[in-house]
């Protein structure tokens, strides 16, 4: 096969990235998409596809890539095979099962071998950071993630990069940056682990070194356990819902979902979930982060019923006008309603078909 270009998501700061090869051969298209994991987990996801058609293709790359928020950047073949090779090995060395059809690139993991090495490759599978809050808001991710290859990259230490206080790859629900000094930053961390929720202090000092931001030292407290009714209360925001009747469900949700591939599409017990990101990690550069902050909208298919979920009057007015404009012939407006705290996402979790009883 003859390579013809690959693409990677700048997104390693937030933990995963989507990276896509197109090879041909002969008369035919053969399209890859891996879900390359980089809080130890490896790849995550693959698929291919042999000859497809434009939007075919594109709508696969909008499913793997839609929603991390960060540009996509053309990599050489070798940049493309190093990450294969490289987070498939995590795989192997975990003992993780490999997805997909694994005949398809398993050769790259056993025997492709580069002269690249991780820290060459990192900057460029990583957005540039040119603010300090930003900055702290990332490494704290990544030290809750217990991400050692992000913590090594920004310290060059590795007693910074084994340092830990998560049992596994936690995952950052809100963090507050505080400002002590020009070097001295102090975030205030709400996360979760494999036993619960947990809150602690992290004081990073840090520098800038030719134009990039450096751990000098990290200093972390004892963590403190918090309720998770605590834990709904710190991240959870006012919500709007509005309910439609859906006329020829079938058919509505496959036009829905291939107008907007970029969605996160989850089959749930009783019906289709659908999560809409916001297009950029801007919540990450705010002293106060919280990790539902990127969420755009919400969408819920249960029975005739088509839900939809919003965070401010502007994205409602916004979002509602254009489902009335393009799927009008499926469409109804039948309930709208506001909360002061999220409630459609406990209702998919809930497993209830009744939105009324599940609110009594």
Do not use: W
């Amino acid at each position: 096969m003859t390579f013809d270009y690959a693409k990677v998501t700048k997104s390693r700061l937030m933990g995963s990235m989507g990276l896509t090869i197109k090879y041909e051969n002969k008369d035919n298209n053969i399209y890859q998409y891996f879900l390359l994991d980089g809080e130890g987990l490896g790849i995550a996801d693959y698929v291919s596809l042999k000859n497809p058609t434009s939007k075919e293709a594109c709508n696969e790359e909008e499913r793997l890539m839609g929603g991390f928020g960060e540009s996509r950047i053309l990599v050489k073949e070798e940049v493309a095979l190093f990450l294969i090779n490289h987070f498939g090995n995590k795989n192997l060395e975990y003992g993780k099962e490999l997805p997909g059809d694994t005949e398809e690139y398993i050769d790259i993991i056993i025997n492709y071998k580069s002269n690249l090495t991780l820290d060459e490759v990192y900057p460029i599978i990583s957005k540039n950071v040119d603010d300090e809050v930003e900055f702290i808001n990332y490494m704290t991710m990544r030290f809750i993630a217990r991400d050692r290859e992000s913590l090594k990259y920004f310290s060059g230490s590795e007693e910074i990069s084994n340092n830990h206080i998560t049992k596994i790859n936690g995952a950052l629900l809100k963090n507050k940056v505080t400002k002590r000094n020009e070097e001295v930053y102090i975030s205030e961390a709400l996360y979760e682990d494999e036993d619960g929720y947990y809150t602690c202090k992290i004081a990073f000092n840090i520098c800038k070194e030719n134009d990039n931001f450096r751990i000098k030292s990290l200093l972390v407290t004892d963590k403190e356990p918090i309720y998770d009714f605590e834990v709904f209360d710190e991240i959870s925001k006012s919500e709007f819902i509005d309910i439609y009747k859906v006329k020829n469900t079938g058919e509505f949700l496959m036009e829905f979902y291939n107008d907007n591939p970029f969605m996160l599409k989850s089959e749930m017990e009783e019906g289709v979930f659908f999560t809409r990101f916001n297009f950029n990690n801007n919540h990450v550069k705010k002293d106060i982060y919280v990790i539902n902050n990127d969420i755009k909208s919400i969408y819920y298919q249960l029975g005739d019923k088509f839900f939809v979920g919003t965070y401010s009057e502007r994205d409602r007015k916004y979002i509602n006008k254009l489902l009335m404009a393009k799927y009008k012939e499926y469409l109804k407006v039948d309930e709208s309603y506001f909360f002061e705290e999220n409630v459609l996402y406990d209702f998919v979790e809930s497993g209830s078909d009744d939105f009324e009883d599940f609110l009594d």
